[in-house]
């Protein structure tokens, strides 16, 4: 099956790539750029431990409203790029989905602020 993460669609000839999750590869396609930040917020918490739960909003056509999965150290992920380029890291967006990741909720696709936090030398 495969989805699209409406709030973070493909939009203006972006590129879009795709979190397989679980053994059954269940496709969810994301912006490339939504992606790389969705890697570093997940693989920070899981390489801390810590299980959550990610939830986006459905695109129109699926008419599903949102989905949730389970994130979980032993659940296998494969996060692939549609571009070559590795994105300019927003630690803003970062921050703001780990921050999500600890509510009730869990952790939930949302759209990059629009202000960027400076780039540190380990983001590069």
């Known amino acids: 099956m495969r989805l699209q993460a409406s709030t973070l669609e493909r939009q203006g000839g972006k590129h ?18 939504a992606l790389a930040h969705l890697q570093l917020a997940v693989v920070t918490k899981l390489r801390r431990h810590e299980s ?3 939830t986006w909003r459905d695109d129109q056509p699926s008419g599903q409203g949102r989905s949730v999965i389970w994130m979980h150290e032993s659940i296998p992920l494969h996060f692939v790029y549609a571009g070559s380029r590795m994105a300019a890291v ?15 909720v869990g952790m939930r696709l949302v759209s990059e602020p629009t202000e960027i936090a400076p780039a540190t030398e380990d983001d590069r």
């Open 52 to 54: 959550f739960s990610l």
């Open 16 to 33: 879009l790539g795709t979190l397989f999750y679980g053994s059954d590869r269940y496709a969810i396609d994301i912006d490339d750029r």
């Open 90 to 104: 927003n630690r803003l967006w970062v921050a703001e989905l780990l921050e999500s990741a600890s509510t009730t």
